[in-house]
């Protein structure tokens, strides 16, 4: 009896190894293909969206779709002509004077990771869940938090990748 369970239990971790396994391997092919080098922008017409009220911006491909702006102008969300479920946005948000001692914490914890073009680090994160994948770029200048995200269906999210890439490295902020 006590064989039995002891094959029973070492079956189970077998099990749940592999299974963890085959879920890092399955993720390990989707960004394979998801590498950010030979993107060709030159390749697609493009518009560039400004902020105002927050001084930023950033380029989209210029037959994608805008969806209402919200009335505090803060940000933009755009929607891919081919899927609307595909969206790039950018907003940002003015930081607590609490939230930003607290902040200050999690910054030493969480380091950049990324340079945009204009030379402003922050920390760039790719989620690859099982239905929505995206990936989500955080910049802080003195008060201010600015975001940029680009989201798809997991399954597509390989197709978006260089794309999103490239425009979270054009994303810019003006200099005040």
């Given at each position: ?18 299974a ?8 390990l ?13 030159g ?6 969206y ?72 922050g920390?760039l994160?790719?989620?690859v ?35 999103f ?12």
């Open positions: 009896m006590a064989t039995a369970n002891k094959i029973c239990s070492l079956g189970r971790r077998i099990y749940r190894f592999a963890s396994v085959s879920g890092v391997i399955a993720l092919i989707i960004l394979w293909g998801c590498t950010a080098n030979n993107f060709n922008a390749a697609s017409a493009w518009k560039t400004s902020n105002s009220r927050y001084g930023f911006e950033f380029p989209y491909p210029s037959n994608w779709t805008s969806l209402a702006a919200p009335e505090n102008d803060d940000g933009i969300a755009f929607t891919s002509p081919q899927d609307k479920t595909v969206e790039i946005r950018g907003w940002a948000s003015q930081q607590l004077l609490n939230s930003i001692t607290t902040n200050k914490e999690l910054v030493k914890k969480i380091k950049p990771n990324f340079q945009t073009a204009q030379g402003v680090s920390v994160v790719v989620e869940d099982r239905l929505v994948s995206s990936m989500t770029l955080t910049l802080t200048q003195s008060q201010v938090k600015y975001y940029w995200e680009g989201r798809s269906k997991s399954q597509d999210f390989q197709d978006y990748y260089r794309l890439h490239y425009i979270a490295q054009q994303y810019r902020i003006s200099k005040s």
